[in-house]
């Protein structure tokens, strides 16, 4: 199974900004639709944004649009999520898959350790 390493959270400002990236390994990256998914405190873990396999495509929850913007790097095997203008409820364990519309492909890989943000007011 492909493993994935999230990184680069932090805690932030509301207001402020982080770029978020996710790591596989294996060959089969470029063949798959990804996705960024969040869990906060006491709720479940959700869909945030997702781009198709060439990049052509992305699709992000109604929260988070015109503030999230998802990229990939298929050479890298990496997909980054840029987030702007954070918000206290954008406070999460972050962390990627393998997606099927808006649900993870848990056949890709299991859950990663995930990137804590935290957005303070």
């Known amino acids: 199974q492909v493993q994935l390493v999230e990184s680069g959270g932090g805690v932030v400002q509301a207001g402020g900004s982080l770029r978020l990236s996710c790591a596989a390994s294996?060959?089969?990256?470029?063949?798959?639709?990804m996705g960024w998914f969040r869990q906060a405190p006491g709720k479940e873990r959700e869909f945030v944004a997702g781009?198709?396999?060439?990049?052509?495509?992305?699709n992000y929850v109604d929260s988070v649009k015109g503030r999230f913007t998802i990229s990939r790097d298929n050479n890298k095997k990496t997909v980054y999520v840029e987030m702007n203008s954070l918000k206290p409820e954008d406070t999460a364990v972050y962390y990627c898959?393998?997606?099927?519309?808006?649900?993870?492909?848990?056949?890709?890989?299991?859950w990663g350790q995930g990137t804590q943000v935290s957005v303070s007011s």
């Open positions: 781009i198709s396999a060439d990049g052509a495509w992305t």
């Open positions: 898959n393998a997606i099927r519309g808006r649900s993870a492909d848990l056949d890709f890989s299991s």
């Open positions: 294996g060959r089969t990256f470029s063949r798959y639709a």
